[in-house]
């Protein structure tokens, strides 16, 4: 390396003028005039240009040949542009450099997709070149963030006392919900390491060492069958705590969010952060997370349609389902293609449809509004509040939870068309109460919701033998503008408890020692009351990036099949590697 | 939880006299006396002596009835000691806390071994228990400290614009050296991740794309048979910068380990830090990491046998092979037993024995002294500096490096043994100057000695192809009293340049575009000069918390055998499991 560099691209401002420097970098963009020959140099820290003047025809020549992305280095001295020439696009727009020398450390052949904000190549070629993708500098701002949060996430657990522990990657398989990621192990034949899904078995034993507080940024492996934006290995923030209960967990994290919203967004927020019951959550939003930042809330009339002539609603209320309404007073003028899509949008999530009647006027009109005698109309416009004019949306389920759930998505969907929502506002709360437990007809057995360590509200532990399905779990999820943003729990600390509440998930004490034992024995050797949170991380810079997929946050991701473009992974192996595992691929 | 902590047990001193509190954590000890009954409380800060009077005798029973490691929180007020009763072993000794209610939040059974400082339980039964283990303070201090270095670590890098970037666990399988942990791919039959020996393509790729300064505290795994201190899944910290050369690298790395070493060990210590060439450093120390605390340097005397009578010499001589010489001022009083201990311990690095000599009285005597001509005892006079009295060790191989190895050993184990260290100096200092290969017999070919994208230097280009052995890589180690704490190198980021070095180490095109071509694709679309380093992180801790083993750092470690003896990994799956992932076990 002949020329050195002395100074960043990006931070030559006007007072450099007159100094020698070098710069290195990339060749954004050149541009030919009659006279000099100008270059855009791009390192990570912004644009400068370059002049060559043609006076040194050498010189001149040498870079003439120069295409984009080639990496060089150029000495000069830095020159005020003319008031005509300066650039008020970028901060380096008032000065220049006049170029003395030139180093070419590498040519680039033309890349198959432009490095600019706007490209559109398609992911596939995106992925398969990440170093080039990454030069875009939605990407590049995307990583440096991440970057960002993560030490100060780190510099607020560590300033109040929690520790960093790194938590094993080769563990026990525990098949509990997701499906692990195996890695046979060559020493003993025939048995695995798991990769971890989550530190979770691993932070709470380091409460019962004594730790007290910890945290760690953390990947996670998950080998479920990818959806949008999902990744196989993700990261989390893991925290845990000793002796806490369920503020004590929250009040920390509030003052994380507090200092990492100030931090990042420049968003002053304070707390503590409401709490909604997951009912209510449920009633009045159709969510358990539910963006908060508008209104349109649901509301049961279930209770009006006992006597209805309309059959559907009638039976639904018969069998002691479900019939809920959202009012748009907004959308009373709706066209039947518009309300076409909004039926087609619920199809697509396993409804069998919307029903719909506008209102106006005193009047109902459209859609079901025939099938209505006057005391459901009275009844409607009495419990809607219907006054002016609206388009009211009703779902009737014999699940109460599905249609709710339905009415949550419609609710998102409506807000997102009626453009309800103020993107400049910051809604944050605490879903809290969550059911303990889930019946899964897949599985015909209770699952936890959460996770099966997840302690029972003290008063509810009289009903795990009973009546499971009506525990409420110590559980809370913080919930940002419609977002998950993390997720926790008091666990449990008992022996006996953790062992009734295996019972309940049907998980027979022999299961629970082979996959739990050194856990519940763990209790018996003085376990101190903890509790936990974990935030996705990935998610968490996506929306802080504003970025429109997962994939623009990580680094190097993985396509939906798991394969990575670029170092093409998996891959095949050599037959006697496999045989030094002790396993062979079954041949199909 | 009915009593929720105000105070840490460590934390309590004079000035809370008077306050309530409550304290939680784990019954450390406890002392009956005639009257009240005393319990030191435990937690992660420190300890508090707690006092049951019997006055209370409800209370006093229920303590009374507390064991040892049983975990619970205690109400009551501080109150100052009798001057008697003051404990200065501890921070708290001034203080106790009068109790006055008490929760037991979880009792103990007999741990299966005490929790002090001084245990001797078997480390198989401390691994089992790792829980109990951990609440030890030297554990518990150690990985205090590790998380404290990390964030210092962190700290240093980030304030230097270096971003964490997370590279991914997820790889490809490229063998080179090490052997790789797989995983089987559920979605790619037959095909397989790696999980990464470093972070070292990914980290070169990120400085085509831009970043210009990286770092990352990153597990790395190698499926290798364990070794003292080695763990098949370890971290490093991992840097990387474009547009550096040598002196860039270890200027950066010296800035941290001076901040490093002024927070962690309050030395003063100051860069630039002495280089040494690779070449100096076996000639002087026979180390490529010498510590250079004592003297007792290495001395070349092969030239002084060439006609000796004493055959081994000479034969050695003839064959171009080198004679070694330490000279050990203080141990001419060595007994034959002693120098015996020195034989055996060459003996069991391989070699066949050391030669010794006693000079005394400008007389030598003993040993080989008898084979020694008038002329090989002037020469060694002379070049030995040999004046006073001194044992004379001497080891002569046909391989210089072997030589120069069990010499270097030899010195380690005379300076310990005669107590030449002064452990209260940092001496730190840089070997440089590489060979860039090594040749294998094993293999019959020629092998990077650091990794194969060590670039050479320039001025050694020429000889890839001519005399490949003599070519110096632009690596350097990082070595601190004796112990090599990082290495690193300048990397190639020419194409062609890569791909010569691949022939010389004889990888195919073939090969290096189905392992590497990745890399050597983006070498061409704009590459900047770039180099790194890695740092041992678990081994860094080790020194720095003055640890016996490398498992006293590590929360989780695994057994030699690698396994995890807490949770019992590796362990069996269910067939099925496998069959999703196409693989099946071979049955032996």
Redesign the interface.
């Known amino acids: 390396?002949k020329l050195?560099?002395t100074h960043r691209c990006g931070e030559l401002r006007k007072a450099h003028v007159g100094e020698k420097v070098v710069v290195?970098?990339?060749?954004n963009n050149w541009r030919e005039h009659a006279g000099p020959f100008f270059i855009d140099l791009?390192?990570?820290?912004g644009v400068i240009q370059l002049v060559f003047s043609p006076t040194d025809e050498a010189l001149y020549e040498k870079a003439r040949k120069l295409r984009a992305?080639?990496?060089i280095?150029v000495s000069g001295s830095v020159r005020a542009r003319a008031d005509e020439a300066i650039n008020s696009n970028i901060e380096t727009g008032e000065v220049e450099i006049h170029a003395e020398d030139l180093e070419v450390?590498?040519i680039?052949?033309t890349?198959p997709f432009e490095i600019n904000e706007f490209n559109n190549a398609s992911e596939d070629v995106r992925l398969k070149?990440?170093?080039?993708?990454?030069?875009r500098k939605p990407l590049?701002d995307a990583?440096?963030l991440?970057?960002?949060v993560?030490?100060l996430t780190?510099?607020y657990f560590?300033r109040h006392d929690f520790?960093?522990?790194?938590?094993?990657?080769?563990?026990?398989?525990t098949?509990e919900g997701a499906?692990?990621?195996?890695?046979?192990?060559?020493?003993?034949?025939?048995?695995?390491?798991?990769?971890p899904q989550s530190p979770q078995?691993?932070k709470q034993?380091?409460m019962?060492?004594?730790?007290?507080r910890y945290f760690q940024i953390v990947?996670c492996?998950r080998?479920e069958?990818l959806r949008k934006d999902r990744q196989?290995?993700f990261?989390q923030i893991d925290v845990e705590m000793?002796?806490v209960?369920e503020t004590?967990v929250m009040s920390f994290v509030e003052g994380f969010i507090v200092e990492l919203f100030k931090e990042v967004l420049g968003a002053e927020i304070s707390g503590p952060f409401p709490r909604m019951t997951y009912q209510e959550s449920m009633d009045r939003f159709g969510s358990d997370k539910p963006d908060t930042r508008f209104g349109l809330e649901l509301t049961d009339i279930t209770a009006g349609f006992g006597s209805t002539e309309f059959k559907v609603f009638r039976s639904v209320h018969g069998k002691k389902g479900y019939i809920g309404a959202l009012v748009a007073q907004e959308a009373s003028g709706y066209s039947r293609k518009q309300i076409d899509n909004l039926n087609q949008f619920v199809i697509s999530l396993g409804a069998k449809g919307v029903a719909h009647l506008k209102f106006k006027d005193g009047e109902f009109d459209g859609g079901i509004s025939k099938f209505m005698g006057d005391a459901e109309k009275a009844y409607m416009i009495e419990n809607l509040g219907l006054k002016e004019e609206a388009l009211v949306l009703v779902i009737a389920n014999e699940s109460a939870e599905a249609a709710k759930n339905l009415l949550g998505h419609l609710r998102n969907k409506l807000a997102e068309d009626l453009e309800l929502i103020d993107d400049s506002v910051n809604h944050l709360h605490w879903t809290i109460d969550f059911p303990m437990l889930e019946y899964s007809e897949e599985d015909q057995r209770y699952v936890a919701r959460h996770h099966p360590f997840t302690s029972p509200r003290d008063e509810d532990r009289d009903m795990l033998e009973t009546e499971p399905e009506n525990i409420l779990a110590r559980a809370y999820d913080l919930v940002w503008n419609g977002n998950e943003l993390a997720g926790g729990s008091i666990r449990i600390?008992?022996r006996e408890l953790q062992q009734r509440v295996f019972n309940a998930l049907n998980i027979s004490p022999e299961e629970a020692q082979s996959k739990f034992?050194?856990l519940l024995e763990?209790?018996?050797?003085?376990?101190?009351?903890h509790g936990g949170i974990a935030f996705g991380f990935d998610r968490m810079i996506m929306l802080l990036a504003r970025a429109a997929s997962i994939r623009d946050v990580?680094?190097?991701p993985?396509t939906a099949?798991?394969?990575?473009l670029?170092?093409?992974?998996?891959?095949?192996?050599?037959d006697e590697?496999?045989?030094?595992?002790?396993?062979?691929?079954?041949k199909?």
């Not at 070149?129 to 030069?135: G, I, K, Q």
């Not at 099949?561 to 990575?564: E, H, Q």
């Not at 590697?577 to 079954?586: F, P």
């Open positions: 390396m050195k560099r290195s970098g990339w060749v791009r390192d990570r820290y992305e080639s990496v280095a450390f590498n680039s052949k890349p070149y990440r170093y080039l993708d990454l030069r590049r990583l440096i991440r970057s960002q993560a030490q780190r510099s560590s520790v960093e522990i790194e938590t094993p990657f080769l563990t026990k398989s098949p499906r692990d990621f195996l890695v046979p192990s060559r020493l003993h034949h025939g048995q695995f390491y798991a990769l078995t691993y034993i380091l019962m060492a004594g730790f007290d990947k492996f080998d069958d196989p290995e990261t000793s002796f209960d004590d600390h008992e034992g050194f763990s209790f018996e050797y003085g376990a101190p009351p990580i680094a190097f993985k099949s798991a394969v990575g670029m170092e093409k992974s998996p891959s095949l192996t050599a590697q496999l045989k030094e595992l002790g396993i062979t691929v079954i199909s």
